[in-house]
């Protein structure tokens, strides 16, 4: 008896594991790029990731990096 309701449960979890994995890729897998306050963001589903790759981020790091130097020369 132990045996089969051993069985039933990880049949149950199976299922279920194997169930939302399918949901999860029959949704569209496209990916959009958004431009805010001059950063590029991807869309996904329901969330959004910064590309870091932006021009705006790519030039605000190199000031930055400028800066850096200037103060360690300084020191």
């Known amino acids: 008896m132990k045996k089969i309701i051993l ?3 990880t049949a149950l979890m199976t299922v279920g594991c194997g169930h939302e994995l ?42 930055e990096l400028e800066e850096l130097v200037i103060k360690l020369k300084e020191k």
């Open 22 to 63: 399918r949901g999860n890729s029959s949704i569209s897998k496209e990916k959009f790029t958004y431009v805010i306050d001059s950063c590029e963001y991807i869309k996904g589903v329901n969330e959004y990731a910064h590309k870091g790759n932006c021009k705006f981020c790519a030039e605000r790091r190199q000031k």
């Open 7 to 9: 069985l039933a449960l």
